[in-house]
Structures are given as structure tokens and as C-alpha cells.
């Protein structure tokens, strides 16, 4: 069961950029349903990811169930303030 869930949810690593999908509670009707981030730090020993974006650090941290990784790098972690950001606030500042 766990071999299948590593096959299935790729380890992510730092820079590496993700697509996470966004409630349909957290957004309005215009906002994304999708926003790429970037991976910042990997917790291997609790699979644990902190993302960022380009606003700051989000302050929930991930699973990599909760993801998706994407083929090209968009973010870089220098380009990242080191500000903690609620991911609920997120939708409506994001624009992809």
C-alpha cells in the first residue's frame, strides 16, 4: 500500500513547483481553481512540505497527496518574502 502511494504521489523536492487546488469555499467565481507554488522546505521524516508563493510562506504545511508537482520550475525560493500568508487569503491575490 505504501509502495503504491509513493508511485502514485512523487517525492517533491525544494524548487520544485507544485499545483494545489483550491476550495470552492476559498474562492469566488473568477478566482483560479488551481494556483502554482513553489516547495521551500521538505520535513522528510514527517513528509511534511512548506510552500511558497510569491505574496510569502504559506502557513499550513502539505502532504504529498495535497499536490501535484509540474514538469517546469516558475518559482524560485529567492524570489519568496519570508512572510507567513493564510492560505485562505490566497485565491483572491494570486493571479496566474
Excluded: W
Amino acid at each position: 500500500m505504501k509502495g503504491t502511494s509513493e508511485r502514485k504521489f512523487p517525492k517533491g523536492h525544494v524548487g520544485n513547483t507544485i499545483k494545489i487546488r483550491v476550495s470552492k469555499f476559498d474562492r469566488g467565481k473568477s478566482d483560479s481553481k488551481n494556483i502554482l507554488e513553489g516547495i521551500l522546505e521538505v520535513d522528510d521524516e514527517n513528509d511534511l512540505y512548506e510552500i511558497g508563493i510569491k505574496e510569502g510562506r504559506l502557513a499550513q504545511k502539505y502532504y504529498r497527496n495535497q499536490f501535484n508537482i509540474c514538469q517546469e520550475n516558475f518559482l524560485l525560493d529567492d524570489q519568496v518574502p519570508d512572510v507567513i500568508v493564510s492560505s485562505v487569503n490566497v485565491p483572491g491575490s494570486c493571479q496566474l
